[in-house]
């Protein structure tokens, strides 16, 4: 069946920034002297506030929760917003695939304000048909709502005729939630065996890689 809509997320697969979030959630933390492994705060990188504090402080209230998130936000902003860089040929993988009269949606955990800084960022506002982030939903991956609220912005398409592009397992759990596929890329430095383990249908090492193959991949075909 061919693929009408393709749903991108964007930090770790169009946006090189999981390394700069894995700094702001270790800074906020530290704010309350508590801290991890880098390693750690990075396998739970793709998740949102919501979703990550608990499964690192599980014993957190909802407020403590709120000031975590808030505090990472504000250091993200702060340090590393207006120094994150698109991965190579990003913009180019978006366009190629509006080009093909394929709907071009930003399904993201990040918030509202991030989203719309990346999208100047990827030069991508004439190109997207929708988008969503963590403002739009009640949880954020790998919770379904992101995507299933990205389904909900294009009537007539089906979830079989979509395609999820992300660089982690949370990406791709969240997908399968909603009944649809999902490409994995490497750049967001998650193992093959994550990511085929959360059943992605194929994975590339990065955007530019993806859209090199684009005609036989899960995409285009």
Wanted: with cysteine.
């Amino acid at each position: 069946m061919q693929i009408k809509a393709i749903f991108f997320d964007i930090d770790g697969t169009l946006v090189d920034t999981n390394d700069m979030h894995v700094l702001a959630w270790e800074e906020a933390f530290a704010g309350i002297d508590a801290s991890f492994d880098r390693q750690v705060i990075h396998d739970q990188i793709g998740k949102g506030t919501d979703m990550l504090v608990p499964t690192l402080l599980p014993d957190a209230d909802e407020d403590q929760q709120e000031a975590l998130g808030e505090a990472h936000g504000a250091v993200f902003k702060a340090k590393y917003l207006e120094t994150a860089k698109p991965f190579a040929r990003a913009h180019d993988l978006l366009a190629h695939a509006h080009g093909l009269g394929q709907s071009v949606v930003l399904a993201s955990s990040a918030s509202g304000p991030e989203l719309d800084h990346y999208i100047d960022l990827l030069d991508a506002r004439d190109l997207i048909a929708a988008t969503t982030s963590s403002d739009d939903v009640e949880k954020t991956k790998p919770a379904p709502d992101i995507f299933a609220t990205a389904l909900k912005k294009l009537p007539g398409v089906d979830p079989s005729e979509v395609i999820v592009v992300g660089d982690t397992p949370y990406d791709i759990e969240a997908a399968a939630k909603c009944g649809v596929a999902a490409v994995a890329v490497r750049s967001g430095k998650f193992d093959d065996e994550q990511l085929e383990a959360a059943g992605a249908v194929a994975i590339y090492d990065d955007v530019a890689a993806l859209l090199a193959g684009y005609a036989t991949s899960p995409l285009g075909r």
